[in-house]
C-alpha cells in the first residue's frame, strides 16, 4: 500500500508565504516525477508544478517567478514553497507521484488528500 500524506495548508493573507510538504510511503520501489496540483471551487484540477526524478523543473505560467518546487529522495517527499500569493492561488492542492511499488513492479499514479490554501485579500 502506498500513501501520500500532504501537510502545510492554511489561511493567509495576500503576498504572504506557505510551504507545503508532501511525503510518500508504504512499498516503494522508485518514485519518478512528483507534481503538485490545485483544485479551485467550480475550476478543474491544473497542474501547478512538476518535479522529475532527476531534479527537472516546470510550472504553470500564472504561479512562475512566485512558487518553487523542490524534492528529498532519500525522505521521499517533495515540497511547494509558494511566495507572493494572491487571492486567486486559493484552491485545494494535492500532492501526486509517479510510484513503482514492489507489488507489481509498475507504475502507477498516486494522489495525496489534499491540503486547502486559501488567501484572503
Known amino acids: 500500500q502506498v500513501q501520500l500524506v500532504e501537510s502545510g495548508g492554511g489561511l493567509v493573507q495576500a503576498g504572504g508565504s506557505l510551504r507545503l510538504s508532501c511525503t510518500a510511503s508504504g512499498s516503494i520501489f522508485s518514485i519518478g516525477a512528483m507534481a503538485w496540483y490545485r483544485q479551485a471551487p467550480g475550476k478543474q484540477r491544473e497542474m501547478v508544478a512538476r518535479i522529475t526524478s532527476g531534479g527537472s523543473t516546470n510550472y504553470t505560467d500564472s504561479v512562475k517567478g512566485r512558487f518553487s518546487i523542490s524534492r528529498d529522495n532519500t525522505k521521499k517527499a517533495v515540497s511547494l514553497e509558494m511566495n507572493s500569493l494572491k487571492p486567486e492561488d486559493t484552491a485545494v492542492y494535492y500532492c501526486?507521484?509517479?510510484?513503482?511499488?514492489?507489488?507489481?513492479?509498475?507504475?502507477?499514479?498516486?494522489w495525496g488528500q489534499g491540503t486547502q490554501v486559501i488567501v484572503s485579500s
Open positions: 501526486a507521484a509517479d510510484i513503482v511499488n514492489y507489488d507489481d513492479y509498475r507504475g502507477h499514479d498516486y
